[in-house]
């Protein structure tokens, strides 16, 4: 294969507006990168639609924005599509796959009670994908799942500059605090790449004493060390967000978008 140019970009793929907590990570390594994030918000929320209507919409519209923008590299940074659909997308497209999945494994690491929580969307902690992680890397702790739709929502809204609902925050803490064992939980995987924005709220409801995890700086580093030696532009340039087009949501305002070095904002 020949090598990729300097202006050919990464892409990064999302439901929502989730994947740019990935962005953020992947820009401090990579920053004169070119930058192409695609959300599908036609499809938003991922984490309600069956696992065969994700295995077929997210390679084919993966590879519509391959075909589109000829990427060096796609990021799905969307927890739910990597977990359902992360092997038909890689067996579609001839170009490097980087997926996002729940970081079980240094929440094990991190935890003193061995009372691990997972906060996801209902898809992705369904996943056999999540119980193979927790055999493998948490064998020997309590690891407690509990999805939550409300969270997605919230940090869409959270991005455009409106309230988000406490009660989100508060019933998806209790969804894993009011399983047994759950008073003991000291750490929180934020298992869907949207979960990050919502931090501090989380935080705040969760208590001093549980930390959070998500595997941000993990993927960063892979698409660094997957690029290793490529050529890149010798100055940034501002991105551009791609929307699939929605009735009901359009794309947010580009001044939320400016802070993650969006610079432009396409519909398809």
Avoid at 130 to 144: G, T, Y
């Amino acid at each position: 294969m020949q090598p990729p140019s300097a202006d050919a970009p990464i892409l990064f793929f999302d439901s929502g507006l989730g994947g740019l907590t990935v962005l953020g990570p992947t820009r401090a390594l990579l920053p004169t990168a070119r930058i192409v994030y695609a959300a599908d918000y036609a499809g938003l929320p991922y984490g309600q639609k069956s696992d065969a209507e994700l295995a077929a919409r997210v390679p084919a519209l993966l590879g519509r924005l391959v075909e589109r923008y000829q990427p060096r590299l796609a990021v799905i940074a969307c927890n739910t599509a990597s977990t359902i659909a992360l092997a038909h997308v890689r067996a579609a497209l001839d170009l490097p796959i980087v997926g996002t999945v729940p970081a079980i494994k240094p929440a094990a690491a991190l935890t003193k009670s061995g009372v691990i929580g997972v906060l996801g969307t209902e898809a992705t902690v369904r996943q056999p994908y999540v119980d193979d992680l927790s055999a493998k890397f948490a064998a020997d702790k309590i690891v407690l799942r509990h999805g939550s739709p409300g969270l997605v929502t919230g940090a869409e809204a959270k991005l455009r500059g409106e309230p988000v609902d406490p009660e989100v925050i508060e019933r998806a803490i209790a969804g894993l605090r009011d399983q047994p064992g759950g008073e003991a939980m000291d750490v929180i995987v934020l298992a869907c790449t949207h979960f990050p924005l919502l931090q501090a709220e989380l935080q705040a409801t969760a208590g001093p004493d549980v930390r959070f995890i998500d595997g941000a700086e993990g993927i960063a580093r892979r698409i660094a060390y997957l690029t290793e030696g490529q050529d890149w532009p010798a100055v940034a340039s501002p991105g551009t967000a791609v929307f699939t087009r929605s009735d009901e949501r359009p794309p947010p305002p580009l001044a939320a978008l400016e802070p993650f070095g969006i610079g432009r904002i396409e519909t398809i």
